[in-house]
């Protein structure tokens, strides 16, 4: 089973255009001013569990398959959704839906037909640049103990 398919909602590009509450610097009327919740990443309490969805490893690799889903007609969540159905071990994935829609939206996704050769080609090479990107920080010092983001701050 593939966890966490879309990267904590990253994937679905509903973070692009403005930080989370939690990376934004004014954190707390970024809170009050949001009038609809996009995800769990708009909430506090998750916000600092779910970095790894944030580093700029991550969202470098987000921004890079971003344009591999625009360049071939379609959204970064379908690109994510398809590719999961071409991995040959995976048999289920774990969506984290919210309501039907996004269930139904998913599903049409599925009964695609498979992507080309030449776009999974396209991912694995941003999949080998960024291997492992949520486990990545660029914001490290030369020790990290207690300098840079080594990992996550469970509350």
């Known amino acids: 089973m593939a966890y966490n398919v879309l990267a904590g909602g990253f994937l679905t590009d509903k973070y692009v255009d403005a930080p989370v509450p ?6 707390i009327s970024s809170l009050t001013q949001r009038k609809e919740s996009r995800g769990r990443h708009d909430f506090d309490g998750w916000g600092r569990t779910l970095y790894r969805y944030r580093s700029d490893p991550a969202k470098e690799s987000i921004k890079y398959y971003r344009e591999i889903a625009k360049d071939n007609k379609m959204s970064l969540l ?14 289920s994935s774990l969506l984290g839906i919210s309501n039907m829609k996004q269930f139904d939206e998913d599903m049409s996704f599925y009964q695609k037909d498979a992507l080309s050769d ?13 291997r492992n990107p949520i486990f990545s920080s660029t914001r490290v010092g030369r020790d990290w103990n207690g300098e840079g983001e080594i990992g996550e701050v469970i509350p």
């Open 22 to 27: 939690y990376d934004n610097p004014s954190l």
């Open 118 to 130: 030449d776009i999974m080609w396209q991912i694995d090479r941003i999949h080998m640049r960024h």
């Open 78 to 91: 379908e690109l994510s959704l398809r590719w999961t159905r071409e991995r040959s071990l995976v048999t």
